[in-house]
């Protein structure tokens, strides 16, 4: 006998507890693995797992719709960036909690648990992060974010949760929105000054959360990548949208790496102005070497190492350009929708299932 269909079926997402949003683009490499843990944590807990694709151009997106999740794309590749993905996700996202989760990561199981318990048990936490375990260990750039030791990545109260947590939706609500979608990088750190500036807390625990694989590609070439993209021209775009804002401080605060640049910018200009000096062209010119040389001389005493050295240098080069590129850059309303197109509903699939089970 044929059972008969509720008239009103109740939407897959009713109740939903925890949306995962994994930001993805071209992410073919590792976007399997990344679903899989997504899927096993949530599987825990209850809830929904959300691709939130930019255009990519490989099978990102052909192998993600293989899987039970919802997959929505950016409608228009020329609006890629950091800051949207995140938010594009969240448009789509059904959870009491959301939970950020980088295409090239994998959760760990037993994170969410605990990360609910603790933000079940303080009313005033956010958002809930735990370690980011970098598997890259052989690349300048994240040898060098290691050796920094940051505060906000040790356990306790941080002023940001770098590397993806656990977020309350009640107070993303409060805070306007989850990611701005202008930005091009520091997109965590502006939605950890929103917050906080609310009052709201954030916590990283003592417990591994995700695995990080991070780029592969040189550092040299990571550079110049992060300049097309304009992945370097975050931290300007962020300071831009802060301006005249309550939140100005926080920033002010808690971004140290802007005094380097500026002071990569005050370095500049003094080299710059040797021209005008009023000493022979001699003097200016060694005055000009001994300037130009001082920050590689001083960083290979540091780092015992002059490769490391000069990286060092040619980074902060990069980022002080990037900073001046993000202060001049236009901002759209961050508040604005993102124009995108669901390539698949994972809660459609499950009533269309449903449906032929029943005819």
């Known amino acids: 006998m044929n059972q008969k269909l509720p008239r009103k079926i109740t939407p897959l997402w009713h109740s939903c507890r925890v949306s995962v949003v994994i930001k993805a683009l071209n992410e073919e490499k590792r976007i399997r693995a990344t679903i899989e843990s997504a899927l096993r944590a949530v599987s825990a807990v209850g809830g929904e797992v959300i691709l939130a694709d930019s255009c990519s151009t490989d099978r990102t997106v052909e192998l993600a719709c293989t899987y039970p999740i919802r997959v929505v794309q950016l409608a228009n590749p020329s609006e890629r960036c950091c800051g949207i993905g ?76 770098d590397g993806g947590g656990l977020y309350r939706r009640s107070a993303i609500e409060a805070a306007g929105y989850l990611s701005d979608r202008n930005l091009h990088s520091y997109e965590e750190f502006d939605l950890a000054i929103r917050l906080r500036a609310l009052g709201w807390r954030l916590w990283r625990l003592p417990v591994d959360a995700v695995n990080h694989f991070g780029h592969d590609a040189p550092p040299y070439r ?138």
């Open 222 to 359: 990571l550079l110049m990548r992060r300049w097309r993209t304009r992945y370097i021209c975050g931290l300007g775009e962020l300071v831009r949208a802060a301006a005249g804002k309550p939140r100005l401080h926080l920033a002010l605060e808690g971004l140290r790496e802007l005094r380097l640049y500026i002071a990569v910018l005050g370095w500049w200009t003094v080299m710059a102005s040797l021209v005008f000096w009023p000493v022979s062209a001699s003097l200016r010119l060694a005055f000009f070497c001994i300037i130009a040389t001082a920050p590689m001389l001083l960083m290979t005493w540091r780092k015992r190492s002059a490769t490391k050295a000069l990286y060092s240098v040619v980074s902060w080069c990069f980022n002080a350009a990037g900073l001046i590129r993000g202060l001049l850059r236009p901002q759209r309303p961050a508040r604005e929708a993102i124009a995108s197109r669901i390539v698949k509903d994972s809660a459609m699939t499950h009533r269309h299932a449903i449906q032929g089970a029943a005819n």
């Open 86 to 161: 995140p938010q594009l996700g969240y448009q789509h996202s059904h959870g009491d909690f959301i939970y950020i989760l980088d295409g090239d990561m994998q959760m760990q199981e037993g994170f969410l648990e605990k990360a609910l318990d603790f933000l079940e048990a303080h009313e005033d936490v956010a958002g809930v992060g735990g370690r980011v375990v970098e598997q890259n260990t052989e690349s300048l750039e994240y040898m060098a974010r290691g050796e920094r030791d940051s505060p906000h990545l040790r356990p306790g109260k941080v002023d940001r949760l």
